[in-house]
């Protein structure tokens, strides 16, 4: 950051302005931001994920799709920004960060009616996941 701030005052003359340091100040923050979540490497991180996925052990013995086959090719999709495709491999993909992320949050916030929002994701989930097993299966047949 220091290294920036050193070249943008070499090359910006009114620098010292309170408009524009307050434009400095937002451009170094939204740099060290896209460098914190790693988007300028998200090609790398995509790479290195379709090359180390897991091998479901259920599809790999007994030649049957698990419950949660789809679900890391699902992750990459969405990752890409391929929503729709993502939702087509596992439709409860989605759902399942949402959950977390409630999750997540009602802990530490300790929300009013947490729980019971809860069990209905929890269940939302589970429908969708055996729901999106038995269409899997009935592709094979």
Known sequence: MKVIWI?????WDN???PKNLI????L?????????????????IITFLENNLLFCPSKEFIGIECLGCGL???FIL??????????IMYPA???MLIMIGYLVSHIYFDFKNGA????YFYFLNIILIVANYFIKQLSYI
């Open 93 to 95: 993909l989605i759902p």
């Open 23 to 26: 434009y400095l100040k937002l």
């Open 15 to 17: 620098i010292n302005e």
């Open 116 to 119: 019971s929002i809860l069990k």
């Open 78 to 87: 969405l990752i890409k920004g391929e929503f729709l495709n993502s939702i």
């Open 28 to 44: 170094c923050l939204l740099q060290g931001s896209f460098y914190f979540l790693g988007l300028l490497r998200m090609n790398e």
């Open 72 to 74: 890391q090719r699902s």
């Open 7 to 11: 070249w943008l005052e070499s090359k």
